[in-house]
T-cell receptor, first 117, second 111 residues
Framework: GAVVSQHPSWVICKSGTSVKIECRSLDFQATTMFWYRQFPKQSLMLMATSNEGSKATYEQGVEKDKFLINHASLTLSTLTVTSAHPEDSSFYICSAYPSGRLSYEQYFGPGTRLTVT | TQLLEQSPQFLSIQEGENLTVYCNSSSVFSSLQWYRQEPGEGPVLLVTVVTGGEVKKLKRLTFQFGDARKDSSLHITAAQPGDTGLYLC???????????FGQGTTLQVKP
């Protein structure tokens, strides 16, 4: 149990276009999901907290208009990178926090490799 | 300011050696989790510790949570090449589910 999927697993797009990444909890409901960014051989950097039915909470320094987050259901959150530029190229990872569970454990998706040319 | 200081950040050892990774903070955490991540994949949860002084064992891996819940360690006995990867500690605070990650330790075990 506790499986999180991400789609696509990798994407290449041209500068100026937008890219949508999906994060799904497959066998549990998640009121809260998190989006991270990771550079090679570095740790995870939290970008935003996605809450079902409400606005996402962004970490300091993360542009909310550039990284649009929508958490439309208890099993799906999406991250849209708008007007992508080469510096947005990175590994994006989501995680889901099971609803109603008295635990601090998050379950991570396999990540999405974004390359902007 | 890094809330969770993880050390060492890089470690290259021979198969069969033992190693310890440390995760330290001046802040108290409700829980401390350890993850292992392979290149191109998401982190996989190894263990969660929540009680000060708690020790958990997972085969050759031993995890400890400090008495004051500010620090943790991961000890690997007789490391194997399959242990190679990025090890991440992450602290949880409150009930938001939000985790604070350490810088990560890249471990390479040579055969």
């Amino acid at each position: 149990g506790a499986v999180v999927s991400q789609h696509p697993s990798w994407v290449i797009c041209k500068s100026g276009t937008s890219v949508k990444i999906e994060c799904r909890s497959l066998d549990f409901q998640a009121t809260t999901m998190f989006w991270y960014r990771q550079f090679p051989k570095q740790s995870l950097m939290l970008m935003a907290t996605s809450n079902e039915g409400s606005k996402a909470t962004y970490e300091q320094g993360v542009e909310k208009d550039k990284f649009l987050i929508n958490h439309a259901s208890l099993t799906l959150s999406t991250l849209t990178v708008t007007s992508a530029h080469p510096e947005d190229s990175s590994f994006y990872i989501c995680s889901a926090y099971p609803s109603g569970r008295l635990s601090y454990e998050q379950y991570f998706g396999p990540g999405t490799r974004l390359t902007v040319t | 300011t890094q809330l969770l200081e993880q050390s060492p950040q890089f470690l290259s050892i021979q198969e069969g050696e033992n190693l310890t990774v440390y995760c330290n903070s001046s802040s108290v955490f409700s829980s401390l989790q350890w993850y292992r991540q392979e290149p191109g994949e998401g982190p996989v949860l190894l263990v969660t510790v929540v009680t000060g002084g708690e020790v958990k064992k997972l085969k050759r891996l031993t995890f400890q949570f400090g008495d004051a819940r500010k620090d943790s360690s991961l000890h690997i006995t007789a490391a194997q090449p399959g242990d190679t990867g990025l090890y991440l500690c992450a602290g949880g605070r409150g009930n938001t589910g939000k985790l604070i990650f350490g810088q990560g330790t890249t471990l390479q075990v040579k055969p």
